[in-house]
């Protein structure tokens, strides 16, 4: 035993050291940590450095990991960026103090206010409603107005929700709190559930599928799972519709970034920030998971321009992390899963 | 032959030297699994009231409730498939049945997640299956419901059965036929034989088998969210991302670990004191029992069912949505990430198996009650979420890479390299090794109660002691555990994503990596192609350990 230890040590060490060897990260390039899908972001990474020749190393992981990793990592922490789906999780990453905010002209002028940290911290820089959808075979859109409209006694049984886990309906239940207070909310989403035709689902995709096969009439989701599906079914039988126009407007959440507290090239990365904000740039980036650019003078796509102009909930979408939390508690109240 | 009973051989006494350098041995193997366990025990100190009087009252008692049912379920239909599956296979001979031994680990590659969506999208309501019943009789709604307990239930088996097959098939092999048939002539029925003598024997391997298919059913999330069926780990998940509590997401790890604590506790018990002994003439192993005709094809039919429904079908699937909708995806980087899957799987296997193995002889030898706690506490990682594991370890690596980086800004002042140990190989190995020490440690600990101290003082007497007696006797017997341990490390370590995603070096893409990127934006069917990638390269080693113990079979 005594010897095969001393030889294993040996090894050990060795071991150790050729894999530490391969960590130090190349001190120009900007580093990005991203939650948001490597896929829908990597095009324009390339284009920016094709552009300006600034080399950018991409990390992935779930935004929940990422943020607690820089706040881990403190003022050493390689990452000049945080780059996430979902208001509620850039609020969360700026309440850790893991952003910082930064004063840019253009980043005001581009990203309308409601959707960017109002102490600049972070930027939103493409959008998505979250809205309802319908079948084009059941329902009149006629019959369809606002979300608590789906409370009604008429869609008992003909509504279908996915899971309360998921983190665009607890920004969207966090918005309605913001809107109409949280006893109100409660009654809404006990109302939706009330209705449900079946258990909620686990993603939008899954839930558009039921109501296109006839498991349910109506339901809500986020624009661009709709348009991917749009995409691949062409003749699918559903259709979006915008709530509350009458009213508050329709709910929408952002994908944005922020700098982070401690970025070693701060500079660069606001450079970068603020190249994403211009429309050109906006163009792209919405275009590749079929979103709204952030900025009002970009253009969307054909096919998510075709969906039609409505009224955007003009409330600032970092109520959505502010709320986030007493927005999940309703639901476990509410026995919404 | 064998001898199943109270432990009465001789303890031999042991230097405090040695047992020193155990202890020592025993404290390092644990250290990497013990630090994310103590962040995480750490949040028990400072309660967060409010969060928790919420889950008590609205959260918790569904949770517990689901846990439950979901565990036993799962063992108890992964335990029955794997054991009777492997007995099978082992004992009998039946039509395919060359094919299908080593086919029905093939499920082993499919990661749970995979397999649960594959099932709901070709089970559930606007699936292929029902809407064909609905197109033939008007209606589907005597169908049961995909998206339920006993669906999960189903699923997570189904992906699972393969751990307690591989080491129930490890225990009848090495147990010979041959115990049967002496069984037989000391006047017990077959079947009697079978309850009385085969399965307690196996008991060890068996029970470790349940014991990693429980660890692993209380970890997922990927399999259960899917479901959107509720358990600890996605509570965890909820007051972690949902309510931006990670202090409230640790205590529930916490209590999560309490249960699993005390289960492998009563598990161990009941099996304290038991030694199996067993020496094996291979060259008088009797050949396979013969079965009846309807009871060949009633067995064949039996293992060709699970194969199907765990490994044919969902590959088949795979195969349809690669070539639907991923094929343009497949590109020369296809090749690096297959290699850093490999060269992570590969090295963690070697790295996990040799510190099961050294663990395994420490609890062999008399040892003391730290050294038992110590190797216990190594191998509880396997039942943390893989996600609050994750963050676990990356705490104390940033801790002593921030410690050192400092050191070294006081040394050698701005020009300081930058240092960042939490995404090394390292990192990532030592990570693997918190996490599935258990899926090692378990197949080698049972091996290793096969080999008697008396084969021991045998080769003592015989001039063979120390590293000599362990690499020319020892490693031979227990070549079927090892490569075992070594197979199952290596197939869970590709299908591995937490603890990838956040430790994983600059540029070190990996197949499930690539997974992760589509199905975290709901690209299931783009998932599919990395999905196949991992089965493919999971199915090299399966093949390999199934052809390694052929001339065991």
């Known amino acids: 035993m005594k010897r095969l230890r001393f030889a294993g040590l040996h090894w050990l060490l060795l071991g150790s050291l050729a894999l530490l060897v391969s960590c130090a990260p190349p001190p120009s390039e900007l580093i990005v940590y991203s939650a948001r899908n490597e896929t829908l972001i990597q095009p324009i990474i390339d284009k920016y450095t094709a552009e300006t020749g600034q080399k950018v190393q991409l990390i992935t992981d779930d935004a929940g990991p990422l943020i607690q990793r820089l706040n881990a990592e403190g003022k050493n922490s390689p990452a000049d960026l945080l780059i996430t789906v979902d208001a509620g999780v850039l609020w969360h990453a700026a309440q850790l103090g893991v952003l910082r905010s930064i004063e840019s002209p253009v980043l005001d002028a581009n990203i309308p206010e409601h959707l960017r940290d109002p102490r600049k911290r972070w930027f939103g820089l493409t959008v998505r409603a979250r809205t309802i959808v319908y079948s084009t075979e059941r329902v009149k859109p006629e019959e369809l107005d606002t979300y608590e409209s789906l409370t009604n006694e008429k869609w008992r049984g003909r509504l279908c929700l996915r899971t309360s886990k998921s983190v665009y309906n607890q920004s969207l239940v966090a918005m309605l709190i913001a809107q109409h207070g949280e006893e109100k909310t409660e009654q809404i989403v006990r109302g939706w559930v009330a209705n449900l035709a079946t258990p909620a689902f686990a993603n939008d995709t899954l839930l558009m599928q039921a109501i296109a096969a006839g498991q349910c009439d109506v339901g809500i989701v986020n624009t661009y799972y709709f348009g991917r599906l749009q995409r691949d079914q062409p003749d699918l039988p559903l259709k979006l519709f915008w709530p509350d126009q009458n009213g508050q407007g329709t709910h929408v959440n952002i994908s944005g970034a922020g700098v982070t507290a401690h970025a070693p090239r701060a500079e660069q990365a606001q450079k970068f920030l603020e190249w994403l904000s211009q429309p050109q740039a906006q163009a792209l980036f919405a275009s590749l998971d079929l979103e709204y650019p952030a900025s009002p003078s970009a253009k969307a796509v054909d096919q998510v321009a075709g969906w039609g102009e409505f009224k955007q909930s003009p409330l600032n979408v970092a109520q959505a992390g502010e709320l986030q939390p007493a927005a999940v508690r309703l639901m476990d109240r509410a026995g919404y899963l | ?553």
């Open chain 2, 1 to 553: 032959m064998s001898a199943i009973g109270r432990a009465d051989l001789p303890v031999r006494s042991a230097g405090t030297q040695s047992q020193w350098q155990g202890t020592l041995l025993a404290a390092t193997l644990c250290l990497p699994a013990l630090l994310p366990l103590l962040v995480i025990a750490t949040a028990l100190i400072s309660p967060e009231t409010s969060v928790w009087s919420h889950l008590a009252q609205h959260v918790l008692p569904d949770v517990v409730a689901n846990t439950v049912k979901l565990v036993i379920g799962v063992a108890l239909i992964a335990g029955t498939l794997g054991t009777s599956l492997a007995w099978f296979t082992t004992m009998y001979d039946f039509p395919g049945r060359r094919w299908l031994e080593w086919a029905l680990l093939l499920p082993l590659a499919i990661p749970a997640y995979v397999l649960a969506f594959v099932a709901i999208g070709f089970l559930d309501y606007a699936g292929p299956l029902q809407t064909a019943l609905r197109s033939v009789f008007g209606s589907s709604a005597w169908f049961p419901p995909i998206r339920s307990t006993g669906g999960a239930i189903l699923v997570l088996s189904l992906a699972l059965y393969p751990y307690v097959y591989l080491l129930a098939r490890s225990a009848f092999l090495t147990q010979g036929r041959r115990v049967l048939e002496v069984a037989q002539t000391l006047g017990h029925t077959r079947r009697a034989a079978i309850w009385r003598v085969s399965l307690p024997m196996a008991k060890p391997w068996i029970a470790g088998g349940v014991a990693l298919v429980c660890m692993e059913t209380l970890a997922d999330f990927g399999a259960v969210s899917i479901f959107n069926y509720n358990t600890f780990t996605t509570a965890i998940y909820r007051a972690w991302f949902g309510m931006f509590s990670v202090h409230a997401a640790l205590e529930l790890s916490a209590v999560l670990l309490i249960f699993v604590f005390v289960a492998l506790y009563l598990e161990r018990r009941s099996r304290s004191g038991l030694r199996f002994a067993n020496s094996r003439d291979m060259t008088r192993e009797p050949p396979r029992f013969a079965l009846s005709g309807p009871a060949r094809w009633l067995t064949a039919g039996y293992a060709l069912v699970v194969f199907l429904l765990a490994f044919f079908l969902p590959l088949l699937q795979l195969i349809w949505w690669t070539i639907q909708r991923a094929a343009q995806d497949l590109d020369a980087r296809y090749w690096e990430f297959a290699m850093h899957s490999i060269v992570l799987a590969a090295s963690a296997s070697l790295v996990i198996v040799a510190a099961s193995l050294t663990l395994a002889y420490l609890l062999r030898r008399p040892h003391t009650r730290f050294v038992k706690a110590a190797v216990r506490t190594a191998t509880l990682g396997y039942a943390v979420p893989g996600t609050v594991l994750a963050v676990g370890i990356l705490f104390p690596l940033v801790i002593v890479n921030n410690t050192l980086q400092d050191a070294m800004r006081v040394v050698w002042g701005s020009s300081a390299p930058v240092i960042l140990l939490q995404s090394t190989l390292l990192a990532v190995l030592l990570a693997y090794m918190a996490r599935f020490l258990a899926v090692g440690f378990n197949p080698v600990e049972s091996g290793l109660e096969r080999v008697t101290h008396s084969i021991d003082e045998a080769a003592v007497g015989m001039g063979v002691s120390g590293a000599r007696l362990v690499r020319k006797v020892h490693v031979p017997l227990l070549k079927t555990s090892l490569t075992t341990a070594a197979i199952l490390v290596f197939v869970d370590v590709m299908k591995e994503m937490p603890i990838t995603l956040i430790t994983r070096p600059f540029g070190w893409d990996t197949l499930a990596v690539r997974v992760f990127n589509m199905t975290s934006i709901g690209e299931w069917e783009r998932a599919a192609l990395p999905a196949l990638a991992i089965v493919l390269v999971g199915l090299v080693p399966a093949a390999m350990l199934v052809r390694g113990n052929r001339h065991v079979a």
